[in-house]
């Protein structure tokens, strides 16, 4: 049954409502933190730290579009760290730096990292990312730990591991 207008709705859920006579809408509520940005816009990042690692980036590279896929975000991105740590500071990662400054220029929504360890190799570091990231309105998709910070419950489960 459609409506002019959609009733309510529970998080998650998909509704149906009519915009004039011949046209049907489907909305679904999602749940964002407050102040992101909710676009579909992503850039992914990789990083490996030895030129033995790079098979890795190839793992990497499929994971990321699979969580993008699986998401329905659209890859606008990618930036690449080769033969860096991931306990180096930003300014030692120019690729990292490129794609934080992309997103903070309203360019893309969201960072997707294959595993949280190819971010920071410290939980607090990337919760300083991700502090950084809601000054300006983006989020991180952490493919390993299925976590996407531009929901509560991402926020949440930043947190939590963070604070182990």
């Known amino acids: 049954m459609t409506s002019d207008y959609p009733e309510s709705a529970q998080v998650g859920e998909s509704l149906l409502y009519a915009k004039g006579?011949?046209?049907v809408h489907e909305a679904r509520v999602e749940m964002t933190a407050p102040?992101?940005?909710d676009g579909?816009?992503?850039?992914?990042?990789?990083?490996v730290s030895t030129d033995d690692q790079s098979t890795g980036i190839e793992a990497q590279r499929a994971a990321i579009d699979l969580i993008a896929k699986s998401r329905r975000l659209v890859l606008v991105g990618e930036y690449l760290d080769e033969n860096v740590s991931g306990t180096k500071d930003l300014s030692a990662r120019p690729a990292?730096?490129?794609a934080i400054a992309e997103l903070?220029?309203?360019?893309?929504?969201?960072l997707i990292v294959a595993k949280l360890d190819r971010l920071a190799r410290d939980v607090v570091v990337a919760v300083q990312i991700d502090r950084a990231a809601t000054r300006f309105g983006w989020s991180?998709?952490?493919?390993d730990l299925d976590i996407d910070t531009s929901t509560a419950?991402?926020?949440l489960q930043l947190s939590l591991y963070a604070s182990v």
């Open 35 to 37: 102040g992101i940005r």
């Open 40 to 47: 579909n816009r992503a850039v992914a990042y990789l990083r």
């Open 104 to 110: 903070d220029s309203n360019r893309a929504d969201r």
């Open 96 to 98: 990292l730096s490129a």
């Open 140 to 143: 991180i998709v952490f493919g």
């Open 21 to 23: 006579s011949n046209h």
């Open 153 to 155: 419950a991402g926020k």
